[in-house]
């Protein structure tokens, strides 16, 4: 735990917390009915995220020896990324998202602000939660890439389900099986990205499914 507090990984850990409560505004400005006012909101998005960046910056390369931020990463890999999000996100619009509309409407946006908002929201602070902190997480604990990849997968599969339980309406089963799986196939895409090509890789992956939103702008 001492890796945490090191002269070298604090300031990178608050400079991220400063990045993704820039990022988080917009989206948090939106919450018209938030329990405390948005400034609250802020300051505990930037004190959860310095501890969740200083996971990442602490334990990533040191456990996984690959970097967070990867510059040289191969033409192939952001062939890849891009071709899966754009194909994720044609099959996410056909298949996933008229389930999930009327499920969860606040996570469809109406207009490119909102879109825009959801994007930074989305790239910066539930990567960070759902993929870059657990997997530096997991690489502490466990004992290989895999292993810290499988757990972060799941713990992702984990968390929509305990969204699809809390939801008012009901689902059916079949309904919440497929919606499980396509969560299932994006965080292990998130996860496989961000292993093979750091955050901006993973970053790239995410922006081109969610391009899909603009077929209904």
Not at 28 to 35: N, R
Not at 139 to 156: E, F, M, W
Not at 186 to 192: E, G
Request: include cysteine; glycine fraction near 6%.
């Amino acid at each position: 735990m001492r890796d945490l507090v090191r002269s070298s990984i604090l300031p990178q850990a608050a400079a991220g917390a400063a990045f993704t409560a820039f990022a988080a505004y917009s989206r948090l400005f939106s919450w018209h009915d938030a329990p405390i006012p948005l400034w609250a909101l802020i300051i505990i998005v930037f004190a959860c995220s310095t501890v969740l960046w200083a996971f990442v910056f602490a334990w990533h390369e040191k456990y996984s020896n690959r970097p967070v931020l990867n510059f040289s990463v191969p033409l192939r890999a952001w062939m890849a990324a891009i071709l899966c999000g754009l194909s994720g996100g044609v099959l996410m619009h056909f298949f996933v998202d008229p389930m999930l509309r009327p499920l969860t409407p606040e996570l469809y946006p109406g207009n490119f602000f909102e879109w825009s908002a959801l994007l930074l929201f989305k790239i910066i602070f539930v990567q960070l939660f759902f993929c870059f902190a657990p997997m530096a997480f997991f690489l502490r604990l466990l004992p290989s890439i895999k292993h810290a990849a499988a757990a972060c997968v799941g713990l992702g599969i984990f968390v929509s389900f305990l969204k699809i339980s809390g939801l008012q309406i009901p689902v059916p089963a079949g309904f919440a099986l497929a919606i499980l799986a396509a969560r299932g196939v994006s965080a292990a895409l998130s996860v496989w990205f961000y292993v093979e090509g750091g955050i901006l890789l993973s970053t790239a992956w995410i922006v081109c499914l969610e391009l899909r939103h603009f077929a209904t702008l």
